[in-house]
């Protein structure tokens, strides 16, 4: 659907809040203030032509509270109550529930509720703490201004990657499948571990996702395509459609400066989603994160840049202090594991209990939990899993792979 992007309210209104960018942060920011906060004037700006760009986000049952999942119950286009994994010497089915979203449905929703509060196919050039300015040199003034657009300059971490090409399709006949399965280590291991990730969303319709967990984040578009053709061959599925295709590189947090992630952007104004690096250090999903953060901010009773600045800068070092842990693991699998090492990294790991997993994935994990997964004989030798616990050598990694400045 179109919204209508220069309707005279827009023009006409003053603003309490000024979300820029309509990707997944700022929409969930937009939809609590919406059911929480009517009062609050509110203009959202997208440079693109929908809501939430070209994505699919995922989430699973545990990552977020009940409530929360009530709330994005209207964009989810699927639900799972168990999912599977396949690795060389493991297949496992866990009853844990997954859920899926798309940025189609999330403009759909979406759009209509903020009617001539959205603007789309609008470029921002310059982002201040109580001011926006547009491309065509239109102002808006607004007593908070939260930058939400996408991963922005380059960020103070030492970072892995995630990257995968994704493929919507319809089959015929059905393909059979009935859970997701989040990882099938079974195929080929190609630019570090490789996995393919598959969501039935019906019997007909699916997505088949070719992932690497990589030292870099180039893809070979063409390469990946084909590979996951290649894979629904195997699989005995065959296409009619492809309904449409999705590219994406997910940051993996090794290390970093939290000082310098808290002092970027633009000085007074808070950012929030990739820009800010709220986003699970070791799977990259940021659902999650976006849910807590609109939540904080919902509930800040004065609206302003600079308090919700002070509030997002105060979330982001208590979860980074929490989450060390994962930056841990992540360094022993980009800096002990060779790269063919990495799938064994991932089956070590799912022959864990199921609660632990689900805590995993939610970043909530224990102190037992932290000792449960170091325990036992891990696919690296022990030399270099020593030498990948400090922060140097994630450094130096980055260094070499993708630039950081230290």
Not at 261 to 290: E, K, Q
Request: aromatic fraction near 8%; glycine fraction near 10%; proline fraction near 7%.
């Amino acid at each position: 659907m179109t919204v209508n992007s220069a309707s005279p309210p827009i023009a006409a209104a003053g603003h309490d809040v000024i979300l820029v960018g309509g990707g997944l942060a700022n929409c969930l920011i937009a939809q609590r203030l919406l059911e929480a906060r009517p009062e609050v004037r509110l203009l959202v700006i997208e440079r693109g032509a929908t809501l939430g760009g070209n994505h699919t986000w995922s989430f699973h049952g545990g990552d977020v509270s009940g409530a929360a999942h009530a709330r994005l119950k209207p964009f989810l286009t699927a639900s799972w109550p168990r999912q599977a994994v396949h690795f060389p010497v493991l297949s496992r089915t866990l009853d844990l529930s997954y859920h899926t979203m798309s940025s189609d449905k999330l403009h759909c929703v979406l759009g209509p509720a903020l009617g001539g509060r959205l603007m789309l196919a609008t470029g921002v050039s310059a982002v201040e703490p109580g001011r926006v300015v547009l491309e065509d040199g239109r102002e808006f003034a607004a007593s908070c201004v939260i930058d939400g657009r996408g991963p922005g300059p380059e960020l103070p971490l030492a970072l892995g990657f995630q990257k995968f090409i994704g493929i919507e399709v319809e089959t015929d006949p059905p393909h059979g499948e009935t859970v997701p399965v989040i990882m099938d280590a079974t195929v080929a291991q190609h630019d570090g571990y490789r996995f393919v990730y598959t969501l039935p969303y019906n019997e007909r319709h699916m997505l088949i996702e070719d992932t690497y967990y990589s030292d870099g984040p180039v893809i070979d578009d063409d390469h990946v395509r084909q590979r996951v053709f290649d894979y629904a061959e195997k699989k005995g599925w065959k296409i009619v459609r492809i309904v449409r295709e999705e590219r994406g590189v997910l940051p993996i947090v090794l290390a970093g400066d939290i000082d310098g992630l808290c002092r970027g952007g633009v000085p007074g104004v808070p950012r929030v989603g990739l820009r800010a690096g709220l986003f699970h250090p070791t799977t990259g999903y940021s659902l999650p994160d976006a849910v807590t953060v609109a939540d904080l901010i919902v509930g800040e009773p004065g609206l302003t840049s600079s308090r919700v600045r002070r509030l997002i800068e105060a979330h982001t070092r208590r979860i980074w202090s929490n989450r060390a842990f994962f930056r841990l693991l992540n360094r022993m699998l980009f800096l002990a594991a060779t790269p063919d090492q990495r799938v064994g990294v991932f089956q070590h790991f799912y022959r864990l209990p199921p609660a632990l997993i689900e805590r995993f994935y939610a970043a909530r994990l224990t102190l037992p939990d932290q000792a449960r997964i170091m325990m036992g004989k891990p696919p690296v030798t022990i030399p270099k899993a020593i030498g990948a616990i400090g922060d140097a050598p994630a450094w130096a990694f980055a260094r070499r792979i993708n630039g950081v400045r230290t």
